[in-house]
């Protein structure tokens, strides 16, 4: 059975480094640059009540990266401890992730 593991770290050097060090293990994933909330609400209430939706997009600060990894389920808890011991248990590099049951997956991954 096949895992889905969600990672969502603080983007700094650190970060950096653990996606190189996971690639190099052999993990591959993807990778997006995404925006907590904390950083967009503040911005949104600068806004009109009537915010467009590419007024929403356009310019949201950075600082968070998504990592998504499929992975054989009995592989799951090695990864984690990885990130665990990297982000100093997302004390060095604050974070979290969350894994979900893949029942039906295609492709190579």
Same mark, same amino acid.
């Given at each position: 059975?096949? #895992? !889905?593991? /969600? =990672? $969502?770290?603080?983007? =700094?050097?650190? +970060? ?7 690639? *190099?293990? @052999?993990?591959?994933? +993807?990778? $997006?640059? #995404? ?19 590419? +007024? ?8 968070? !990266? +998504?990592?998504?990894? $499929? $992975? &054989?389920? &009995? *592989? ?10 990297? #982000?100093?248990e997302f004390k060095l590099i604050q974070g @979290? ?5 893949? !029942? &039906? =997956?295609? @492709?190579? /991954?």
């Amino acid at each position: 059975m096949k #895992t !889905l593991l /969600f =990672v $969502i770290l603080d983007h =700094v050097g650190a +970060t950096e480094e653990l996606l190189q060090k996971l690639s *190099k293990e @052999g993990y591959n994933g +993807t990778v $997006i640059s #995404t925006t907590g909330m904390h950083h967009v609400l503040p911005k949104l209430e600068d806004q009109s009540v009537s915010v467009s939706l590419s +007024t929403i997009v356009d310019g949201l600060p950075s600082g968070n !990266l +998504t990592l998504f990894i $499929i $992975i &054989d389920s &009995d *592989k799951l808890e090695l990864l984690k401890a990885e990130i665990r011991e990297a #982000t100093g248990e997302f004390k060095l590099i604050q974070g @979290g992730m969350f894994s979900l049951p893949l !029942l &039906d =997956v295609e @492709g190579n /991954f």
